[in-house]
C-alpha cells in the first residue's frame, strides 16, 4: 500500500469511527436468580425444632463454640445467613427481661447508620411472643427477631449478608429470605 491509500483509510477512520454523541452505559446490576421455595424440619439435636429453607445449609456458630444451639443458616448461593443464637431463661442470669433488652439493645446499636427501624410484635401459631425488626439504610442487619416462650425460652436471628454490595441491590435477596425467616418463626417449637 502507498502511502496515499494510508492516509485515506486514516481519514475515514477519522471521520466515520467516532461518533460525537457517546453516552456511557448506565450501571448494571448482577441478576439475581432466586430458587424455588422449599421447606424441610430442622435436625434433632436442639432444644427447639422448626421448618428452614432446603438452599440453606445448617452450620454450627463458630462466634461461640461452647453454644451448641447457636446454629447458622447459611444461604451459599444468595450470600446471606441467619445467625440464630439460643438461650435457655433462667440460667446463668438469664431472665426474661434481661435477654429482651439485650436484643433490643443489639437492634438499636444500628441506629447510627439505619435510615428507620420498624418493629412489630407478634404471636406465633404456637402461642410464643416475639418482636421482628426490619432495618432501612446501608446497615448489617436488614432484618432481626426474637421469639420466646417467657419462661425458659428463647431464640434471636438477625440476617447478615457477607458482601460489600448496598442493599438495595440485595432488596429481593431480603425479601426471599425475610419469607423464610417468617416461616421458620411460625414453624418454630421449643421442645422443653
Not at 446501608?138 to 416462650?149: A, I, L, N, S, W
Request: net charge negative; charged share 20%.
Amino acid at each position: 500500500m502507498s502511502i496515499k491509500s494510508n492516509k485515506f483509510i486514516f481519514i475515514l477512520f477519522l471521520l466515520f469511527g467516532c461518533e460525537g454523541d457517546y453516552l456511557p452505559k448506565p450501571l448494571g446490576y448482577n441478576r439475581i436468580d432466586l430458587p424455588e421455595r422449599a421447606f424441610i424440619d430442622l435436625e434433632e439435636g436442639k432444644p427447639y425444632t422448626f421448618q428452614h429453607s432446603v438452599h440453606a445449609l445448617i452450620e454450627a456458630d463458630s462466634f461461640n463454640l461452647a453454644e451448641t444451639a447457636w446454629i447458622n443458616l447459611n444461604y451459599q448461593s444468595l450470600g446471606g445467613k441467619v445467625h440464630l443464637t439460643y438461650l435457655e431463661l433462667d440460667t446463668k442470669g438469664k431472665d426474661i427481661k434481661t435477654v429482651v433488652n439485650d436484643a433490643i439493645n443489639l437492634t438499636a446499636k444500628h441506629q447510627i447508620k439505619a435510615y428507620g427501624i420498624e418493629e412489630s410484635i407478634m404471636m406465633t401459631p404456637k402461642g410464643y411472643t416475639g418482636v421482628a425488626a426490619e432495618l432501612s439504610g446501608e446497615v448489617p442487619t436488614q432484618f432481626q427477631f426474637f421469639v420466646t416462650d417467657s419462661t425458659k425460652n428463647f431464640l434471636r436471628g438477625a440476617l447478615y449478608f457477607n458482601t460489600a454490595m448496598k442493599n438495595d441491590s440485595l432488596a429481593p435477596v431480603i425479601e426471599y429470605i425475610k419469607v423464610d425467616m417468617a416461616h421458620l418463626i411460625n414453624t418454630l417449637e421449643f421442645k422443653n
